[in-house]
């Protein structure tokens, strides 16, 4: 779950996949810009925010949601995970960060540069709740659209969305039971 813009059906999106999420044995994975639209940020007036869903999600944005500069993950912070295993390498030029981790989240890598209240500034965060999985990565998922890998963004990018995916995805199976 991720956008590009603030909607005005992020409370009811936020409200439904909330809810499936809360149904337990499901997997959900976030990425920039979904903090952006969080009614926390205090860069963005009138924001819709994300209904029910800010109450569960990994990251807050009370310090601001996303920075627009580059960054590279710190290396030493990276916690040993199906999520980060093989991830040593991953940056962005712009569209990550500027993050605050929610009580219960687990990060498992930050960014070498702080958020903009000098806290250590989440890369990736879990959370195991009501029998679901859910990541967040504090980079934009479309970055390919927006720039070149190699240059704009990149290192381990890919293999970190696709880490994050399968790791929210087990044990999850289909729910009616046929797939």
């Given at each position: 779950?991720?956008?590009?813009?603030?909607?005005?059906?992020?409370?009811?999106?936020?409200?439904?996949?909330?809810?499936?999420?809360?149904?337990?044995?499901?997997?959900l994975v976030m990425g920039?810009?979904?903090?952006?639209?969080?009614?926390?940020?205090?860069?963005?007036?009138?924001?819709?925010?994300?209904?029910?869903?800010?109450?569960?999600?990994?990251?807050?944005?009370?310090?601001?949601?996303?920075?627009?500069?580059?960054?590279?993950?710190?290396?030493?912070?990276?916690?040993?995970?199906?999520?980060?295993?093989?991830?040593?390498?991953?940056?962005?030029?712009?569209?990550?960060?500027?993050?605050?981790?929610?009580?219960?989240?687990?990060?498992?890598?930050?960014?070498?540069?702080?958020?903009?209240?000098?806290?250590?500034?989440?890369?990736?965060?879990?959370?195991?709740?009501?029998g679901s999985r859910m990541?967040?990565?504090?980079?934009?998922?479309?970055?390919?659209?927006?720039?070149?890998?190699?240059?704009?963004?990149?290192?381990?990018?890919?293999?970190?969305?696709?880490?994050?995916?399968?790791?929210?995805?087990?044990?999850?199976?289909?729910?009616?039971?046929?797939?």
């Open positions: 779950l991720f956008e590009n813009g603030l909607s005005q059906n992020g409370p009811a999106v936020g409200n439904v996949v909330s809810q499936w999420y809360q149904q337990g044995n499901r997997g920039t810009f979904y903090w952006q639209n969080r009614s926390d940020n205090p860069n963005y007036t009138g924001n819709y925010g994300w209904g029910d869903l800010e109450n569960i999600d990994v990251f807050n944005a009370v310090t601001g949601a996303c920075e627009y500069n580059s960054d590279t993950m710190n290396a030493a912070s990276v916690v040993a995970h199906p999520v980060t295993a093989g991830i040593s390498t991953f940056f962005a030029n712009s569209y990550r960060g500027g993050v605050t981790a929610n009580p219960g989240t687990t990060v498992l890598a930050t960014w070498t540069t702080p958020n903009q209240a000098g806290q250590p500034d989440p890369l990736v965060g879990i959370r195991e709740t009501f990541v967040g990565i504090s980079a934009f998922p479309d970055n390919g659209s927006h720039g070149t890998y190699g240059s704009d963004y990149g290192g381990n990018f890919y293999e970190l969305f696709e880490n994050a995916i399968l790791w929210s995805a087990n044990p999850c199976v289909d729910a009616d039971g046929d797939g």
